[in-house]
């Protein structure tokens, strides 16, 4: 079910930086936890960070620690991926995920997400 509506994506070479947004326009935006997920050629859907819905916590896979951010600005209806230190490794497509209204807490699980946004490349360069 795709709701969310992501921007951002592109081409970067390695070491560069990108930030993904996914605004959530069609919805009552109210107290869920959001996430970011990557899928590469051949590999199956992974988890790569989370927030809950106050933005107090968040989550990440450990391939991305240190160099990704999650964040969320609710009156705006939008969350950020701020990818930075990019490597070849991280070309994906990248999709935003929103868990349902009442589930504000954080979940590494892609099932447990109810809304998507439509995808977006993400392909770094060496």
């Known amino acids: 079910q795709v709701q969310l509506v992501e921007s951002g994506g592109g081409l970067v070479q390695a070491g560069g930086s990108l930030r993904l947004s996914c605004a959530d326009p069609g919805r009552t935006f109210s107290f869920y936890a959001a996430g970011w997920f990557r899928q590469a050629p051949g590999k199956e859907r992974e988890f790569v960070a989370a927030?809950?819905?106050?933005?107090?916590?968040?989550n990440y896979v450990d391939s991305v620690k240190g160099r990704f951010t999650i964040s969320r600005d609710n009156y705006k209806k939008i969350f950020y991926l701020q990818m930075n230190s990019l490597k070849p490794e991280d070309t994906a497509v990248y999709y935003c995920?929103?868990?349902?209204?009442?589930?504000?807490?954080?979940?590494?699980?892609?099932?447990?997400?109810?809304?998507w946004g439509q995808g977006a490349q993400v392909t770094v360069s060496s």
């Open positions: 927030i809950t819905w106050s933005g107090d916590n968040t």
């Open positions: 995920a929103a868990r349902a209204p009442g589930y504000p807490g954080i979940s590494v699980t892609p099932q447990d997400y109810r809304t």
